[in-house]
C-alpha cells in the first residue's frame, strides 16, 4: 500500500524555522517526482514546491520562493521542507504529494501536517 | 500564474439528481504533446485531497463512472450522473501546464 506520512509541524514564532519530513513507503520512491501541497485553516488548496526525482529539477510557488527549500534523500526514501523566515500566512496544513507516473499530477497525498505560525 | 475559476462555490444536490461543476482556466492548457492538463480533486471532509479525473477526461483508478469531466482549451467541466451521500465534501479543478501548478477556488457539495 502507498503510503506519505508527513511530521514535523507545530507551532513556531514568526521569522522561526522549521523542517518537514515525509516518509514514504509502498513504492519505489526515488522513481517518483514529488510535492510540498498546503491549505491554510478553513482555504483552499495550494502548491509550494516541487521535485523532480533524482532532484535536479525544483520549483517554488512565488510565495515561498528564498525561504523554503525542498529536498529529497532517496536512500531513506524521505522529503523534506526546510522552511525559515515563517510567516503568519505560511499557516497551513502542509501535504506531501506524489506525482503521478503517467502524468504531472498529484495522485497520491499523505495525511498532511500543521505549521502554526504565532506569537 | 494561470489563474483557476470555478463555478458555484456552492452545491446543494438532492441524492440521485445530477451536479456539474465549471471551471475556466486563464490560459489555454493544451500541451504542444496534444495532451491537456487539467485535472479534478475532491477533498472529502477531514481527508486529504483524492484524484477524481485527469487529462480532462479519465477517471482515475477507482473513481465511480457517476463522474465525468469533459471541456477543452480554456473551460471545462466536471458531471456527476446522480450525487450519493458519499460525493460531499470539496471540489477543486488543478492545471499543471505550468511549472507553478494552480488550483480552482474549490466547489464545496452537499446533499440536500
Known amino acids: 500500500e502507498v503510503q506519505l506520512v508527513e511530521s514535523g509541524g507545530g507551532l513556531v514564532q514568526p521569522g522561526g524555522s522549521l523542517r518537514l519530513s515525509c516518509a514514504a513507503s509502498g513504492f519505489t520512491f526515488s522513481s517518483y517526482e514529488m510535492n510540498w501541497v498546503r491549505q491554510a485553516p478553513g482555504k483552499g488548496l495550494e502548491w509550494v514546491a516541487y521535485?523532480?526525482?533524482?532532484?535536479?529539477?525544483?520549483y517554488y510557488a512565488d510565495s515561498v520562493k528564498g525561504r523554503f527549500t525542498i529536498s529529497r534523500d532517496n536512500a531513506k526514501n524521505s522529503l523534506y521542507l526546510q522552511m525559515s523566515g515563517l510567516r503568519a500566512e505560511d499557516t497551513a496544513v502542509y501535504y506531501c504529494?506524489?506525482?503521478?507516473?503517467?502524468?504531472?499530477?498529484?495522485?497520491?497525498w499523505g495525511q498532511g501536517t500543521l505549521v502554526a505560525v504565532s506569537s | 500564474d494561470i489563474v483557476m475559476t470555478q463555478t458555484p462555490l456552492s452545491l446543494s444536490v438532492t441524492p440521485g439528481q445530477p451536479a456539474s461543476i465549471s471551471c475556466k482556466s486563464s490560459?489555454?492548457?493544451?500541451?504542444?504533446?496534444?495532451?491537456?492538463?487539467l485535472y479534478w480533486y475532491l477533498q472529502k471532509p477531514g481527508q486529504s485531497p483524492q484524484v477524481l479525473i485527469y487529462e480532462v477526461s479519465n477517471r482515475f483508478s477507482g473513481v465511480p463512472d457517476r463522474f465525468s469531466g469533459s471541456g477543452s482549451g480554456t473551460d471545462f467541466t466536471l458531471k456527476i450522473s446522480r450525487v450519493e451521500a458519499e460525493d460531499v465534501g470539496v471540489y477543486y479543478c488543478m492545471q499543471s501546464i505550468h511549472v507553478s501548478i494552480t488550483f480552482g477556488q474549490g466547489t464545496r457539495l452537499e446533499i440536500k
Open positions: 504529494a506524489r506525482d503521478g507516473s503517467s502524468g504531472w499530477y498529484p495522485d497520491c
Open positions: 521535485i523532480s526525482s533524482s532532484d535536479n529539477t525544483i
Open positions: 490560459q489555454s492548457l493544451l500541451h504542444g504533446n496534444g495532451r491537456t492538463y
